[in-house]
């Protein structure tokens, strides 16, 4: 547990954390690979993917060539696929209007575009917890890179040692350490459980009604 006072701000990371958009990404990246002429890809393949950012991913899956056109395909496609393939991950609402009320400022740092995180944001009804949302595109380099957590202490003009950050990857983990921010790690996203313990974070949490208890506002 860490001392609440102490903490002020609490960001989180949106996919595999707060939000399952799987299924949304899953018919995204198949429908561009289909029309490409190329076998679609399993749901596990794709899951284990997700977290480096549209581009990145899309790369990894199926190489560099013709990427610009296949990531143009991808982003309108997805636009829709969000809506009807994302969900709230159990408890994350709970989590949000808790400490809302608590009086913790809450961020979003996601490599997510920031026009989609915004979408999935505004249809599943969370965007208005929070105070900030910093996406990929709108920093200087995406995690695991330390700057987009950086930024947003910078907004709020806190140091390190007032904020948490929470991921389900060890991407997430490397950007919270090089950032110097306590990070929990959600078991269930994109990593396996045994590779966010590898990187020992502050907690390893199965899920994220569990946060609560980490931050002292739960017993």
């Not at 060890?170 to 990187?199: C, H, M, P």
Request: hydrophobic residues 40%.
């Amino acid at each position: 547990m860490v001392n609440p006072p102490a903490v002020k701000l609490i960001i989180f990371d949106l996919d595999g954390t707060l939000i399952d958009a799987y299924q949304a990404v899953e018919e995204s990246v198949n429908f561009c690979l289909r029309a490409v002429g190329r076998r679609p890809i399993g749901a596990l393949t794709i899951k284990r993917t997700v977290g480096w950012g549209d581009r990145q991913l899309l790369i990894a899956l199926q190489g560099e060539k013709g990427i610009d056109k296949i990531l143009a395909m991808y982003r309108r496609h997805h636009r829709g696929a969000l809506r009807r393939g994302s969900k709230l991950l159990p408890g994350s609402r709970k989590v949000l209007q808790v400490l809302k009320k608590k009086g913790y400022r809450l961020a979003v740092a996601s490599n997510r575009p920031t026009k989609f995180s915004y979408i999935v944001l505004r249809h599943l009804g969370i965007l208005r917890y929070f105070d900030y949302v910093l996406c990929a595109d709108k920093a200087r380099r995406p995690k695991p890179y330390p700057d987009m957590l950086r930024q947003i202490l910078r907004h709020f003009s806190l140091a390190s040692r007032e904020a948490v950050y929470v991921g389900d990857m060890t991407i997430d983990i490397q950007s919270g350490r090089r950032a110097r921010v306590k990070t929990v790690a959600v078991a269930g996203g994109s990593s396996r459980k045994k590779e966010l313990a590898a990187l020992k974070p502050m907690a390893v949490i199965r899920r994220i009604a569990d946060l609560l208890k980490v931050v002292g506002e739960e017993k």
